[in-house]
């Protein structure tokens, strides 16, 4: 769905009328781009998962990518996973001086901390959630597919109503949200599967 789709979607849905002074398309481009960006963090969405490499030098540090929300994984040319510590494990484990192939990394604010640190030109792959797109023309579409995209309406038109200060209305409007999302969960959920049940050693199962 466009931007201009979901203007005039969540329109419809506050019952708002276009005149008003107070909500003008700019502050319904405002709302839903505040609601594309809490619905972000609601799940790792699969439509948010994002693949890259980066070519190493002999420095330690990387940046992320401009749409870096979050890292999922780091590994090697061969496939294997460096392992991931806080900042401060990783400063305790390494004097930041060894060279070598990349074991384990950290996150310290935007930047990717590898050690050892390279000692050549490698190729890491890198595996992230990345930030949803702000919407600012009229034919901007989000990664958000069209399925997802009514609920979106919904939380940005709560945000309008709220403006409006129909409270009642703006509480009807974030409940259906709410539940339709409590849904969504319980969908992922089961697709997903159950977990494979932990045994511990020394359990007779």
Known sequence: MQLNEFIDEVYERAGVDRNDPLITDTAVTKAVNNALRHYQFEVDWPWLQATTTFVTTTADTYAVPDDWRKTRVIKDANGTELRRFDMRQLEDRWTGVETGSPQEFAIDADLIVLRPRPSAGLTLTHRYVRKEKMLLQSDDSPYL?????????????????????????????????????????????????????????????
């Open 145 to 205: 597919p069209d399925e997802s995209s009514i609920l979106v309406a919904e939380y940005a038109s709560s945000i309008l109503l709220r403006k409006t200060r129909r409270y009642s209305d703006a509480t009807v409007a974030m409940q259906m949200y709410e539940a339709e999302m409590l849904k969504m969960r319980d969908d992922r959920r089961r697709a997903v599967g159950p977990g494979r049940p932990r045994i511990r050693t020394g359990s007779s199962y």
